[in-house]
């Protein structure tokens, strides 16, 4: 068990829906990153939060937008769903920035988008 | 062209042999590389890390980093049936403001 802690484990929903995906990390960890994994594009990096603020964006679409809370748990929002980000979803935690090269992932959001 | 490049596999081999994983990639900025085991319908969990040229040993495992080649290696010894995962490889370094990873390679280990 990692200590990451990914909500919902498995999502079905239809094409032009908005889903929410939930992250809390490791106690004391302050970066929280989400990563997409489909089996043509391996393990793309969307975004990191550190402490509450953005720090890196990757191959973010414009429909996604995450945020980190006070807590430090972190949302991924996926608005006007289409068949292709159908994937799953994780999110990884590191006491500090990625640098110390151990990312702790959660078990993964799976996207069934129909 | 691909930040990092690796073989998907799959690649299968007896229980016992040995195993050996690369990536390749064209960034010189990269010095941390790493990699990464992901069992079936789980996340990805760190299995070596190393900083710039060298290798370094963890039981059965070695990760070799050739910087001049920009090439890694992951060396299994005595493969076992539980190394059955995706190996993937990630690198990064001061001037790259994310970890990049390899889109894995799927080992089968047979008893």
């Known amino acids: 068990d990692s200590g990451v802690t990914q909500t919902p484990k498995h999502l079905i929903t239809a094409t032009g829906q908005r889903v929410t995906l939930r992250c809390s990390p490791r106690s004391g960890d302050l970066s929280v990153y989400w990563y997409q994994q489909s089996l043509d594009q391996g393990l793309q990096f969307l975004i990191q939060?550190?402490?509450?603020?953005e720090r890196a964006k990757g191959n973010i679409l414009e429909r996604f937008s995450a945020q980190q809370f006070p807590d430090l748990h972190s949302e991924l929002n996926l608005s006007s769903l289409e068949l292709g980000d159908s994937a799953l979803y994780f999110c990884?935690?590191?006491?500090?920035?990625w640098g110390t090269g151990e990312l702790f992932f959660g078990e993964g959001s799976r996207l069934t988008v129909l | 062209q691909k930040e990092v490049e690796q073989d998907p596999g799959p690649l299968s081999v007896p229980e016992g042999a040995i195993v050996s994983l690369n990536c390749t990639y064209s960034?010189?900025?990269?010095?941390?590389f790493m990699w990464y085991r992901q069992y079936s319908r789980k996340g990805p969990e760190l299995l070596m890390y190393t900083y710039s040229s060298g290798n370094k040993e963890d039981g059965r495992f070695t990760a070799q980093v050739d910087k001049s080649s920009k090439y890694i290696s992951l060396f299994i010894r005595d493969s076992q049936p539980s190394d059955s995962a995706t190996y993937l490889c990630a690198m990064g370094g001061y001037n790259t403001d994310k970890l990049i990873f390899g889109t894995g390679t799927r080992l089968q280990v047979f008893p």
């Open positions: 960034n010189s900025a990269f010095q941390y």
């Open positions: 990884a935690s590191s006491v500090g920035n």
């Open positions: 939060y550190y402490n509450g603020e």
